[in-house]
């Protein structure tokens, strides 16, 4: 069963409840037969309010390169900055972006030693009294910089849009904001998180958006639609675009993001059931 999911990558920040250690959480992937985990933040934790707290080495990175070395795992990606970019800088404004920056130079030998494949980064939201298309320029600016900086690294740089309402004011709304930007940016190691949840509940026509975009694309989120929950459960047949993903030549991971309604234990069973059989894996 094990080399039939070799593609899809659990994201321990989703199927996990924070009150499990994240050691117990990444042993329990590798116990499921799954050979690659992503996470959200290294150095953020819940504060047990719903919230998030500032915390150097929430995640030891350490101690993750001593259990992906001797589990035989792959982390495949975390995030350099958060959604609303109040952690880690934004592209928008010039404070922002020289942190991010920072950030990028901070991680890049890390990322490299822990063998990580890809940084998820948010471009930010909308300033008041600022124009659309000025931001975009500066982001646009900004992220040719970033691919030249990571060019001979190994590391891919990939840009999410996310949905309104959950993320009202974001610059990305849609998969056609963000493709059309990262054709303006024209780089090689900067690329698009493609979320299906984003993606559906903003504009829908998932195969057609991604056969447009797939050359922009470096990794993929799934979950059941409309509730971010089992794959197994939504409105969507995510065996079939996964299936058409690998005919369209898409050779990355499959981030399983999503919140179980069930255990994390039975339900990531379930969606290795889902889909364990698509072509490709």
């Known amino acids: 069963m094990a080399n ?4 899809l990558c659990v994201c321990i920040e989703t199927i996990f409840p924070y ?4 050691e117990e959480q990444i042993r329990t992937c590798t116990e499921l037969g799954f050979k690659a985990y992503e996470f959200w933040y290294h150095d953020m934790m819940r504060d047990g309010k719903g919230g998030w707290l500032e915390k150097e080495n929430a ?10 070395q001797e589990l035989g795992l792959k982390l495949v990606t975390f995030a350099l900055n958060s959604p ?16 991010m920056f920072r950030e990028l130079d901070r991680l890049i030998p890390i990322v490299q030693k822990l063998g990580v494949l890809q940084l998820i980064t948010f471009v930010g939201d909308e300033v008041p ?7 975009l320029k500066k982001a646009i600016s900004s ?9 001979g690294t190994g590391i891919i740089l990939t840009v999410e849009p996310l949905s309104h309402p959950k993320y009202t004011g974001c610059l990305l709304p849609t998969v056609k904001d963000a493709g059309d930007m990262l054709r303006e940016v024209g780089g090689k190691n900067v690329k698009m998180l493609y979320d299906v949840f984003h993606v559906q509940i903003m504009t829908g026509n ?32 995510l065996p079939l675009i996964l299936k058409k993903l690998a005919e369209m030549g898409y050779g990355g991971y499959f981030g399983l993001e999503y919140y179980p ?12 059931e889902y889909l364990k059989d698509v072509a490709g894996f």
Not at 19 to 22: A, H, K, S
Not at 217 to 235: C, D, F, K, M, W
């Open 261 to 272: 309604l069930q255990e994390p234990v039975p339900s990531l069973k379930k969606t290795i």
């Open 19 to 22: 009150t499990i250690p994240y």
């Open 59 to 68: 995640k030891d990175l350490d101690v993750i390169h001593r259990m992906n």
């Open 206 to 237: 998932i195969l057609a958006s991604l056969q447009e975009y797939i050359e922009y694309i470096g990794h993929i989120h799934i979950s059941g639609i409309p509730g971010q929950h089992e794959p197994a459960e939504g409105e969507l047949n």
């Open 143 to 151: 992220l040719r910089k970033m691919d030249k900086i990571l060019e």
């Open 84 to 99: 609303h970019a109040d952690h880690g800088g934004n592209l928008v404004d010039d404070r922002g972006t020289e942190m």
């Open 4 to 7: 039939k999911i070799d593609r």
């Open 129 to 135: 009294g600022e124009k659309r298309s000025a931001l």
